[in-house]
Antibody, heavy 124, light 107 residues
Framework: QVQLVQSGAEVRRPGSSMKVSCKAS????????VNWIRQAPGQGLEWMGV????????NYAQQFQGRATFTADESTDTAYVELRSLRSEDTGIYYC?????????????????WGQGTLVTVSS | DIQLTQSPSFLSASVGDRVTISCRAS??????LAWYQQKPGKAPKLLIY???TLQSGVPSRFSGSGFGTDFTLTISSLQPEDFATYYC?????????FGQGTRLEIK
């Protein structure tokens, strides 16, 4: 049963960057997509975007375009999200989630499993 | 962007009750809809995909239905472990979007 294990909590200053990792354990990220989702404190789920590790192709939600970068290392079955120019509104829990990917119609399928989440706090 | 509107946003119910949560899409999404359950301090868990397919290991008291713009999640007989927040999600257009959530609490 594959599990996604994320890196630990981070505290960052406004204007700095964060980088969160997501490693597949007991399975692989190859032939899947990795989605990143953010949840602000007490709020709902916000999809940040997706990477397909085998090709490196990505799709970013507009609000993260230019500020976020998704990467993946197939050799270690690990995906990463980097977010730059952090502001207080970026405080929240960042989740990775594996999904299938329908090449026929070009979108991810349902998200399962999810990582345990990484709390990122942006504060001066 | 496709907006997903869940109703109600908050629901108070008792163990054994039958509850239904609605999810309405701002445009037709065929059956490209999933439902997730999230408990406090935990990651979301997939319950249902393609609108009505029960994920392996999810109890059969959960069911989903719908097509196009209107979808429902039904819990046939609430159990104590079902009190959580539920989200719908569409997977037919970028950006992938979620409903705002329905918080299910014990009456």
């Amino acid at each position: 049963q594959v599990q996604l294990v994320q890196s630990g909590a981070e505290v960052r200053r406004p204007g700095s960057s964060m980088k969160v990792s997501c490693k597949a354990s007991g399975g692989t990220l190859s032939n899947y997509a990795v989605n990143w989702i953010r949840q602000a404190p007490g709020q709902g789920l916000e999809w940040m975007g997706v990477i397909i590790p085998i090709s490196g192709s990505t799709n970013y939600a507009q609000q993260f375009q230019g500020r976020a970068t998704f990467t993946a290392d197939e050799s270690t079955d690990t995906a990463y999200v980097e977010l730059r120019s952090l502001r207080s509104e970026d405080t929240g829990i960042y989740y990775c989630a594996r999904s299938g990917y329908s090449y026929g119609y070009g979108f991810p399928t349902w998200f399962d499993p999810w990582g345990q989440g990484t709390l990122v706090t942006v504060s001066s | 962007d496709i907006q997903l509107t869940q109703s109600p946003s908050f629901l108070s119910a008792s163990v054994g009750d039958r509850v239904t949560i609605s999810c309405r899409a701002s445009q037709a999404i065929d059956t490209y809809l999933a439902w997730y359950q999230q408990k406090p301090g935990k990651a979301p868990k997939l319950l249902i995909y393609t609108a009505s397919t029960l994920q392996s290991g999810v109890p059969s008291r959960f069911s989903g239905s719908g097509f196009g713009t209107d979808f429902t999640l039904t819990i046939s007989s609430l159990q104590p472990e079902d009190f959580a927040t539920y989200y719908c999600q569409q997977l037919t257009n970028y950006p992938i979007t979620f409903g705002q959530g329905t918080r299910l609490e014990i009456k």
